[in-house]
């Protein structure tokens, strides 16, 4: 893998506008190998997707590792990538489901081995205790898991129903559906904790 | 949308932002993605990879020089065109304008087909041969098990022991212990009641009765019990007679009686049978006459005391002769020809064979056990039982 030029992409990146469509963002000329669409898709989206998995998986090392392997993933299948544009599609369904896949064997994880107390917090658990300092974010936890992607893809990811309908792979009234849901719990929830 | 919604949102927004906003991931994932796109594969998905291709190689190797065999034997297709060709016109000839008959249909099923060249016609050979070679290998795995499974059947060693009967006698029969017994040179005592003390040669699959060959005067009395023409009638006499080393100097309670074959069963009290004719071995109530003396079920020493127990019928009086005492006797006569040798066997060898076990029911199964297994517990005798029949039949 060769480093991407300067040049390739001069946007700025702000932290917390992460998914946002942008055409300068996202498209990738059709000319480019893997290497080099890989070096820029990191260079543009790779903190966002991060932050993007973190609050789904709510861990900071996991969250990198997703993203991390999801970006080995497009670079492998490039090839097979018929529209080099919707690369950072494909980054984000991957990081959706890979999160999902993560959270499954999280839930097996947890039923069979019960985690013992650390001594000493790390740093990585204090990221996660600064996510889950926010009732908000505490509350996003209380919901199902594709109610909690539709909503962290809607608000945090400021991303179209039919973005997220093809980031999560379900339809756009299920994406309408769940946000809905997700909204009205999420309501009730810091309502009573109010 | 309401208002409230609307302020919902932007609330969600804001904390969402504000709670990833603090996620700061390390820097070098750039490096650790490169690291991962360089990284070697796995050992074994390496290895299987390696044994895929290898296979591969291998198989297109193979089946190139048959494609190539399968190409030449598609050049006579001509000769069978033009005869094709020809039949068809000499059908024509004969049949004159019309449907053809039966020699145009013969015709036209030999006429070349013009087919396009195919682009994978080696497939089918391949295919072919693939199979063939799983069933190859099918049958040989097949085939393989099929000896272990007729030698674990008994069949096997049920015809062995016929070709092998003669002379010194089945291999490990004799004292259940592997080793032969010398063929006697005589056996002209065949007939049971004939024999003193009215032993049987099928003592000679009683183990523990063997020890008692030394004590029993009648064994060395016997002609048949020394291999050597003179025969001493001392009891030591007996000792070199039988080889097998398990020859146990216990006094064995063997009881001595006739077997069910005589035409007598009660036994004729012999010295070796009672321990009043002096019997050196000491068999305390051993005669066969007396009917109640059960001693090798008694004894647990005497080595097939499970086989006497498990006895049909305790009181037929070959079983217990089968269990001699003077077990040296037993073990000379035993290395004597078989009983289908002998013109007077009252049993023939076909009654002999189907009921190899006569003494006991459970050695019947340890008739076509290996001599380890015999050896092993108290069925001792259970290896050498069908030759007892045979005997008996003498």
């Known amino acids: 893998m060769t480093a991407a030029d300067p040049g390739d992409f001069a946007v700025p990146l702000h932290l917390t506008e992460a998914l946002t469509a942008r055409p300068a963002l996202v498209a990738v000329p059709a000319g480019w190998d893997a290497d080099r669409a890989v070096t820029a898709l990191y260079t543009a989206h790779y903190r966002s997707l991060v932050r993007l998995a973190a609050l789904l998986v709510r861990d900071v090392a996991t969250a990198e590792e997703v993203v991390q392997e999801s970006f080995v993933a497009m670079h492998r299948g490039w090839r097979r990538l018929r529209d080099s544009d919707k690369a950072l599609s494909y980054l984000r369904q991957s990081v959706v489901n890979r999160s999902r896949s993560v959270l499954r064997h999280r839930v097996v994880v947890d039923r069979n081995a019960p985690k013992p107390p650390p001594d000493m917090p790390s740093a990585e658990q204090g990221a996660i205790a600064l996510l889950e300092r926010s009732a908000v974010v505490a509350a996003l936890r209380t919901l199902p898991s594709r109610q909690r992607e539709a909503l962290v893809l809607r608000y945090y990811g400021d991303l179209s129903e039919a973005q997220i309908a093809a980031a999560m792979g379900i339809s756009r009234g299920a994406v309408k559906s769940h946000t809905a849901r997700a909204m009205s719990a999420l309501r009730q929830v810091l309502e009573r904790d109010a | ?394």
Request: positive net charge; contains cysteine.
């Open chain 2, 1 to 394: 949308m309401s208002r409230t919604e609307a302020q919902y949102e932007q609330a969600l927004r804001r904390v969402l932002h504000a709670a990833a906003d603090g996620v700061e991931p390390v820097g070098d994932g750039l490096e650790r993605i490169r690291a991962r796109l360089t990284a070697p594969q796995p050992l074994p998905l390496a290895w299987l990879l390696a044994a895929y291709a290898a296979c591969c190689r291998a198989a297109l190797s193979w089946l190139e020089p048959l494609s190539g065999q399968v190409k030449a034997r598609s050049v006579p297709a001509a000769s069978w065109a033009q005869a094709g060709s020809s039949l068809r016109a000499l059908a024509q000839q004969r049949a004159g304008p019309g449907p053809p008959g039966t020699l145009g249909a013969l015709a036209e099923r030999f006429r070349l087909r013009s087919a396009p060249p195919r682009r994978h016609g080696w497939l089918r050979p391949a295919a072919a041969m693939a199979v063939a070679v799983c069933v190859i290998a099918a049958g040989v795995f097949a085939t393989r098990g099929l000896p272990n499974a007729i030698t674990s059947s008994g069949l096997y060693r049920n015809v062995t022991r016929n070709g092998s009967h003669s002379g010194t006698g089945r291999p490990g029969s004799l004292n259940g212990q592997g080793t032969r017994v010398p063929s006697g040179p005589s056996r002209s005592g065949g007939a049971t009641s004939a024999v003193p003390g009215g032993q049987m040669p099928g003592n000679i699959t009683c183990p523990p009765s063997i020890g008692n060959v030394s004590g029993s005067g009648g064994a060395g009395t016997s002609p048949a019990v020394s291999p050597s023409p003179a025969a001493s009638p001392s009891p030591a006499s007996t000792d070199p007679v039988s080889p097998s080393p398990r020859r146990s100097p216990s006094p064995t309670p063997s009881p001595t009686v006739s077997p069910s074959t005589s035409p007598s069963p009660s036994p004729s009290p012999s010295p070796a049978a009672s321990p009043a004719s002096g019997s050196a071995s000491g068999t305390p109530g051993s005669s066969a006459s007396s009917g109640s003396a059960w001693p090798g079920a008694a004894s647990p020493d005497s080595g097939y005391s499970h086989g006497m127990t498990s006895n049909p019928a305790p009181g037929d009086a070959s079983l217990r002769v089968g269990r001699g005492d003077s077990a040296g006797e037993a073990a000379v006569l035993a290395a004597a020809p078989p009983a289908r040798e002998s013109p007077q066997a009252s049993v023939t060898p076909a009654q002999a064979f189907s009921s190899p076990c006569p003494l006991s029911g459970s050695a019947g199964d340890q008739w076509f056990s290996p001599p380890g297994t015999l050896t092993q517990g108290t069925g001792q005798a259970g290896a050498s039982q069908p030759l007892s029949t045979g005997e008996r039949a003498t």
